[in-house]
């Protein structure tokens, strides 16, 4: 069974950047949207960004004009470019591709950033 694998998390001081990948497990014909969720300590699951294969993007307001969002369609990999990072992005942040049934999420990768 196809799953998603996220990479690139870590530890950084605020005002520092990360880069998360990810990408399918076994090669798949083609994914159309994927996106990044977060999900911290006490708080619900919450959109990062998303794009299709058009290249068209959406942002949470949170992250709007920080975190930039980008895919390899040959690949169906997706990455996610944060800059600035600040404490209150601290969390665990999923792949996911929604047109699935069920959806495919990644298993999660930490981001931890302290002030």
């Known amino acids: 069974q196809v799953q998603l694998v996220e990479s690139g998390g870590g530890s950084v001081q605020a005002g520092g950047s990360l880069r998360l990948s990810c990408a399918p497990s076994?090669?798949?014909?083609?994914?159309?949207?994927m996106g990044w969720y977060r999900q911290a300590p006490g708080k619900q699951r919450e959109l990062v960004a998303r794009?299709?294969?058009?290249?068209?993007?959406d942002y949470g307001d949170s992250v709007n004009g920080r975190f930039t969002i980008g895919r390899d369609n040959t690949r169906n990999a997706v990455y996610l470019q944060m800059n600035s990072l600040q404490p209150e992005d601290t969390a665990v942040y999923y792949c996911?591709?929604?047109?699935?049934?069920?959806?495919?999420w990644g298993r999660g990768t930490q981001v931890t950033v302290s002030s």
């Open positions: 996911n591709a929604p047109e699935f049934a069920p959806p495919l």
């Open positions: 076994s090669s798949i014909f083609r994914i159309n949207a």
């Open positions: 794009i299709n294969s058009a290249g068209t993007t």
